[in-house]
């Protein structure tokens, strides 16, 4: 099948998206006549597709070489960034070279704030190889890498020239991360896009057995919600904070798991904690909450804090949360993303966030944990 190019307003590079396109990925990367490409992979996604596609660039489009970095949320840091920049700058790479992040969120802004760094800024490409990154994380123009007090704190803005999303590299995908991204398609069809629920109901599977054609749905509606908050708004200031929905627990309990639990599984009890919290201010319906909890569940999350997150870790990192500073809040408070029905998004201003007491955000968590979560839980892969 070849690409179809989906057209997204006021959004300046290209998406196409397809199935089984590898030819076609060849022809776009020739068309960008870069003098040499640099393919940056996990070690995962380096032996399923990250050498064959790096050869296969090398002998047909331009010199090629493949950077490799180690798997997962803990290495999604400066010091990695440093690493491949030295590696790269050994392979002599020059401006016209083409940075291609091949693999998940953690790649892609990995491999963001490499393209942005080097040469003060060189051309990126996206071949994303997870739902989460086809449909949420390559759009983004923001490319960061976490700090020790949290995800995301260090980094800046690099618009990709071009993603190129081929939904057969998610038949080797794991079921975890195939769930993952689901949390992230139930939050833009709760906060965004609720035409997209109840075809969405239908369509979930807890086993995460998903054919191409319900895919390509998912991510086109996906992307067509991520555009309609961003079009005026490319830098998620405004409007496109909207976006951060679910994620003031959700990072928290990324981070607090060391990994474990995967972001958009974290993102997906995020929602269901903002749901409840919104409730108990007042603004929600005991529905909206059933709503959330019964979508996340359908999706094969479990809909609780996991015990593979430290709570007391969770608490802490919540008031670390990187939306701080958008409103002016009380002492104790912190601004969250918040609904009063599905695609009614509470304002304070113009801004898409509320104040929440942060007592009332970890009585709620506390309240949303699994049996078992607490300091120096084990952590497990889910």
């Known amino acids: 099948m070849e690409f179809t190019l989906i057209a997204m307003e006021n959004v300046a590079f ?33 032996g399923l597709y990250g050498h064959d596609l790096t050869a296969r660039i090398d002998k047909q489009v331009a010199p090629a070489h493949l950077l490799i ?26 401006r ?60 800046t803005f690099h618009a990709p020239v071009e993603v190129l999303a081929d939904t ?26 609720p035409s997209m629920l109840d075809r969405l109901g239908g369509s979930l599977r807890a086993d995460a057995a998903y054919d191409d054609e319900t895919l390509q749905w998912i991510i086109f509606e996906s992307l067509a919600a991520k555009a309609l908050v961003t079009a005026a708004d490319m830098h998620e200031r405004r409007s496109g904070l909207v976006l951060e929905y679910g994620h003031t627990t959700g990072h928290a309990i990324e981070h607090a798991s060391r990994g474990a639990v995967a972001h958009g599984a974290g993102v997906a009890v995020g929602m269901i904690v903002a749901a409840e919290v919104s409730r108990r201010l007042g603004h929600a319906q005991t529905d909206l909450v059933s709503l959330h909890r019964e979508l996340v569940a359908a999706a094969g999350v479990h809909p609780a804090v996991p015990a593979d997150a430290d709570i007391t870790l969770v608490k802490e990192r919540i008031a670390y949360d990187n939306k701080r500073g958008y409103l002016d809040t009380r002492p104790r408070h912190t601004p969250m993303v918040l609904l009063k ?13 509320v104040p929440v007491p942060l007592a009332l955000l970890e009585e709620v968590v506390d309240e949303t944990t699994a049996p078992g979560a607490g300091p120096a839980a084990e952590t497990t892969a889910a």
């Open 14 to 46: 290209g998406y196409r998206l397809g199935t089984d396109c590898t030819e076609d990925i060849l022809a776009r990367l020739a068309s960008h006549d870069a003098s040499s490409y640099l393919v940056v992979a996990d070690t995962t996604v380096a």
């Open 69 to 94: 970095h180690k798997v997962g949320e803990p290495h999604k840091s400066l010091s990695t960034v440093e690493a491949l920049a030295h590696q790269a700058l050994e392979q002599g790479i020059d």
């Open 96 to 155: 016209r070279a083409v940075v291609l992040a091949l693999g998940g969120g953690v790649t892609g802004n990995i491999a963001g704030l490499l393209a942005a760094l080097l040469f003060r800024g060189v051309r990126l490409v996206h071949v994303p190889t997870t739902v989460l990154a086809m449909l949420d994380s390559v759009l983004s123009l923001k490319q960061a890498v976490n700090a020790t007090t949290g995800k995301n704190m260090i980094g």
């Open 168 to 193: 057969a590299m998610l038949r080797t995908l794991p079921a975890r991360e195939v769930r993952s991204g689901m949390g992230e398609v139930i939050k833009n069809a709760l906060a965004i896009r």
């Open 341 to 353: 029905a599905p695609g009614q998004v509470l304002h304070t201003g113009v801004l898409p966030l």
